[in-house]
């Protein structure tokens, strides 16, 4: 598993944009599957885009599609781009990693998983906030 660490959250208005970053420390991101989850207050985390380790293929929530866009360097940082941003983005955002072993799984059937199941093949990192205001 690895150490995952994201950064880019903060405070914007609605309509705004941020970036958001995951990184590890070591230069192997590239061969996991990864993926932004949302957590909004009081209710459980979510799947909002996933991209593939193997075909680079990417998966989003409806609720996201057109203002969020992922991608990866390859090296050790995944981006999490989120444009036109609305008070219902509010939230933690996790990013988290699919052991290797798991590159069958679709960027549609991580982003899917619960995080307990997630958990178990993957690891998680300790999230950022971003808070739109209206």
């Known amino acids: 598993q690895l150490q995952l660490e994201e950064s880019g959250g903060g405070l914007v208005q609605s309509g705004g944009s941020l970036r958001l970053s995951c990184a590890t420390s070591k230069f192997v991101l590239g061969y996991y599957h990864v993926g932004w989850f949302h957590q909004a207050p009081g209710k459980e985390r979510e799947g909002v885009s996933c991209?593939?380790?193997?075909?680079?293929?990417t998966f989003y929530a409806d609720s996201v599609k057109g203002r969020f866009t992922i991608s990866r360097d390859n090296t050790n940082t995944v981006y999490l781009q989120m444009n036109d941003l609305k008070p219902e983005d509010t939230g933690i955002y996790y990013c988290?990693?699919?052991?290797?072993?798991?590159?069958?799984?679709?960027?549609?059937?991580?982003?899917?998983?619960?995080?307990?199941?997630?958990?178990?093949?993957?690891?998680w990192g300790q999230g950022t906030q971003v808070t739109v205001s209206s």
């Open positions: 988290a990693e699919l052991a290797p072993w798991k590159r069958s799984t679709t960027p549609q059937e991580m982003c899917s998983m619960s995080p307990e199941d997630l958990s178990d093949v993957g690891s």
């Open positions: 991209i593939s380790s193997t075909d680079g293929s």
